[in-house]
């Protein structure tokens, strides 16, 4: 009875494994070239590839931007392999280089098959070549032939240059100044009265937050973009953090201060170049990325906007 | 046991026999391959000989030894965590020897050995060339030898003993295997090797 049981668990994890196997590869054709006979589990699988599913300064508190990332990783989560879990690997190892595509270490047979060996899939020497594909996670071997070898993933992108791509796709702009009072040549606003400050027409593209995916080197990274905050230069020397895109001003709202993004200036503008004060309008982002097992933070500032305003004091005639 | 030596051929040729049907055969086997021989051969009678005579036989003949020695050497190493894996260099090569190497660790990083040897029913060499024209573009001295192979008498079991094999697996089935010489000027009768596998895919042994 126990064998039976031990059978069972065994059956499980064999089957599990070879299902895993199988999924990981399921973008391409495969079989089982040959069975261990002792455990009756594939010992050479092989493949035709197909086209396989061919990454500011932070304030005090923010979160950090991490690093790179390792640009070779093992993840089978997506074909049912939890064990290992997936992260990062060595890109090199006496069985080869990394392979993001294939999940194994590649390296060309050698010697190359001979003639009408099945590894050749039909090929003849000299055309393309076999690879081993060498699977420490499972054990497996997979022997693959292919016209040109696989990417070496170490040379290729870092997860945070993949997730660059992304947040360039994301097209992340400045906030558009919205300011009362507003910089038209017939505004004017006061010392000692409210100024308030937020972002005019938000979008995701300014405000956040916005989501976006990128595939480079057998890596797939999802970026999530979010405002931390809006840093405004007054143009007095002093700057304002807002953590929110702001309050649009209405009239109604009269002399009352911003609820979450305002300012009162202590000095009228006349003394500045055009009578005005600039104010610019720097977006921080923080940019969360998660892909080839790993996940990682980007800071991006620097996206900024500037418009100005005059600011004039109030005369109070006495007799 | 059965040991069926099938094959004849002209002396510088390498030849197909499919006849000798130990394991049988059937549609969804991978077919034969053709050696890649610069003279052709014609298709002969079956003939067994136990003195093998021509250079076609002694290999062939060295080629069924060294898959029995295959076999021989997988049972040491899976049945002995001792026995240093370097000794599958004797037996095999290539594709075969990587991934058996690679098998072989795994199951000793698990603490899991063998028990009992597997029975080989059946050799039969199918082919042979002893076309050596280019071996580095793959034309080596080749053998392709069809094994019919019995593990009901073999478990893999971790350290407490418990088995690990799955109840579904087969207790006998039939592998193609390529057998091949790369040290042929050198070595001609020691040095051939196993380099890849082939299943075919039959029941059982029933053939034989």
Known sequence: MLRLIARVLALSIVAACFVALSATLASADTKCQ?????????????????QPGSPGTPGEGDPKDTGSGAACYWDGTSQGITKPPPGPVPCTSPDGYWSNTYHCYISAASPQPIAGDPAWQGHQPGDGAVYNCSQPQTGMLITIWAQNAPPNSGAGPSPREVAQIAIKQMGLTAIEIGIAPNSGPNSIGLVGMPVWMWAANPNEHSVGPITSSATAGGITITATAKLLHVTWDMGDGEQVVCKT???P???EYGRKDSPDCGYTYKLSSVREPGEAYTVTATSSWVITWAGAGQTGTIRLDGLNRSTQIRIGEAQVLVD | MTKRLGFT??????????????CGSNS?????TSPASPSSTSPRAVTTSSSPTSPSEVAAANAESVVRRYYATLDQVRQDPTVPLARLSRAENGIELNADRRLITKERQQH??????????????????LDNSDSKGGDVPTAQVDVCWDVSAV???DRKGKSVVSSTRPDQGSTRYFVTNPKWITHPSDGWRVSNGQDLKLASCSGS
Do not use: F, H, N
């Open chain 1, 34 to 50: 040959k069975t261990d006979a002792t455990t009756g589990t594939c010992l050479i699988t092989v493949e035709v590839p197909g």
């Open chain 1, 245 to 247: 895109a702001g309050t």
């Open chain 1, 249 to 251: 001003y209405r009239p």
């Open chain 2, 9 to 22: 051929s002209w002396a510088t040729g390498a030849l197909v026999l499919a006849a000798v049907a130990a």
């Open chain 2, 28 to 32: 969804s086997d991978p077919p034969t």
């Open chain 2, 112 to 129: 899991l050995r063998q028990v009992g040897s597997i029975r080989l029913v059946s050799v039969v060499v199918q082919s042979v060339s």
């Open chain 2, 155 to 157: 478990d893999l079991v």
